[in-house]
């Protein structure tokens, strides 16, 4: 288990799914967490400002009313995130752009304010919530596999840019994970997907939010530009 820390984390997207789970796991730990979210409600214990990641008036008036409320982000998990599934041949432009506005545009709008308290504090950690898809594809998922692709080569850039600067910046590619969207899944389907995995089982959201704790941790000052997959050996690695 990483340590507790009490540090001001901000997971983005935190009233459902996987975000709901790494919050409530940082709230366990003891962590003051704040998150950026569009509806819905919240775990116990999380300060919550509504903001939409497409926004960058909102993330950014989000971030100071965060700060405000309970000091400098010291921890940020880029988790907010949508699918907008489509055929090559068929995909507006609206499916195509407006998936990586949210996925790609949301992540730089929050990584950007982010950046500003953890140069001058000289710590930080960025974790990104990407997809096994991001690196292995997808068919129907051009529109999201390039977003999520695009958050390995935005990690890489921040660690060299700031890297020196106690900041970390990695990625996380969880495969099937099991939330109401893989849960309506037809059992058929289930049982094919479960077949290509070597884990042979979707995750709990909870085991990607143990990879992110780790991420955040202190214990991992020397990790960065890193894609980690939580994928069951899907990926292999990627
Ligand atoms: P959910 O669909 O359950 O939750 C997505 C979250 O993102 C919600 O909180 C949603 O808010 C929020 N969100 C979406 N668009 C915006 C926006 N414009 N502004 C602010 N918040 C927004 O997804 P999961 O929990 O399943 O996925 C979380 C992350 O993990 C995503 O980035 C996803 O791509 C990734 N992932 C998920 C996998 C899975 O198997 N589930 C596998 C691999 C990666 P609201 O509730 O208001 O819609």
Partial sequence: MAETTGRVVLVTGANRGIGRAIAERFVAQGDRVATIYRS?????????????????????????????????????????????????????????????????????????????????????????????????????QANYAASKAGLVGLARSITREIGARGITANVVAPGFIETAMTAALPEDTQKKYKASIPAARFAQPEEVAAAVAFLASNESGYISGAVVPVDGGLGMGH
């Fill in 40 to 140: 819905g409600d919240l775990p116990d214990g999380v300060f919550g400002v509504h903001g939409d990641m497409t926004s960058t008036e909102q993330v950014d008036e989000a971030f100071s009313r965060i700060e405000a409320e309970l000091g400098p982000v010291e921890v940020l998990v880029a988790n907010a995130g949508i699918t907008k599934d489509q055929l090559l041949m068929r995909m507006s432009d609206d499916e195509f752009e407006s998936v990586l506005d949210v996925n790609l545009g949301g992540t730089f709008r929050c990584v950007r304010r982010a950046s500003k308290g953890m140069i001058k504090a000289r710590f930080g950690r960025i974790v990104m919530i990407s997809s096994v898809i991001g690196l292995y594809g997808g068919p129907g």
